[in-house]
């Protein structure tokens, strides 16, 4: 399966500071999701947005998706330390029947300075 | 929310013995679960779906009779990998879905070869 590409790869900033990080992929979607992963560790669910909605919000997360254009934001205002960890997003085109099979994108490493 | 376990969480394992990976849902019934496979600083790159009752389903490349997986029961699938070599390390994470959009993630399970 083909991934989608994220950029940037890797993304420094300073506490208080929002932080943006796009993703784009290949093929028609039906949701699109975003999640984080903390070194070593797995995935936390953040967000889904679906394929006929343009912009959703959650707490300090924004994310836009353009299926014109393939592709999604991110955005965390206000980041803090504790944000610091890799983000993904996340395609589904194909539901099994109980769940769809995810396309993950290649990620990008946020590291938020004090 | 529902969780997702894996045991065993770290694995050190000599080349050419097997190494069995258990991914179990908690609080819910998982009639699919999803098994992945991550690189150091890399992307989730799925390995194949596992259907409780039923043969897996794997992703092209992936050798089926390296990496067995069972889903026995509706709360547990486990994943085994054969003869191992030290290209096998990796990280390994498994997830369980619920519904279409719903996968919930296990905290993965990083296996050395040595």
């Known amino acids: 399966s083909q991934q989608g590409e994220e950029d940037p790869q890797a993304l420094s900033i300073q506490e208080g500071e929002n932080a943006t990080m796009n993703c784009s992929y290949k093929?028609?979607?039906?949701?699109l999701q975003w999640y984080r992963q903390n070194s070593g560790r797995g995935l936390v669910h953040l967000i889904l947005?679906?394929?006929?909605?343009r912009e959703k919000h959650s707490g300090r997360l924004r994310v836009t998706l353009d299926t014109s254009k393939k592709s999604s934001s991110l955005l965390i205002t206000a980041s803090r330390a504790a944000d610091t960890a890799s983000y993904f997003c996340a395609t589904d085109a194909l539901y099994t029947g109980t769940a769809s099979k995810l396309t993950f994108g290649t990620g990008t490493r946020l590291q938020v300075t004090l | 929310g529902a969780v997702v376990s894996q045991h065993p969480s770290r694995v050190i394992c000599k080349s050419g013995t097997s190494v069995k990976i258990e991914c179990r849902s908690l609080d819910f019934q998982a009639t699919t679960m999803f098994w992945y496979r991550q690189f150091p600083k890399k992307s989730l790159m799925l390995m194949a779906t596992?259907?409780?009752?039923?043969?897996?389903?794997?992703e092209q490349g992936v050798e089926k009779d390296k990496f067995l997986i069972n889903h026995a029961s509706l709360t547990l699938s486990t994943l085994t990998v054969t003869s191992a070599h030290p290209e096998d390390s990796s990280f390994y994470i498994c997830?369980?879905?619920?519904?279409?959009?719903?996968?919930?993630f296990g905290p993965g399970t990083r296996l050395t070869v040595t």
């Open positions: 997830s369980a879905g619920t519904s279409e959009y719903e996968q919930y």
């Open positions: 093929t028609s979607i039906n949701n």
């Open positions: 596992s259907n409780e009752g039923s043969k897996a389903t794997y």
């Open positions: 947005i679906r394929s006929n909605e």
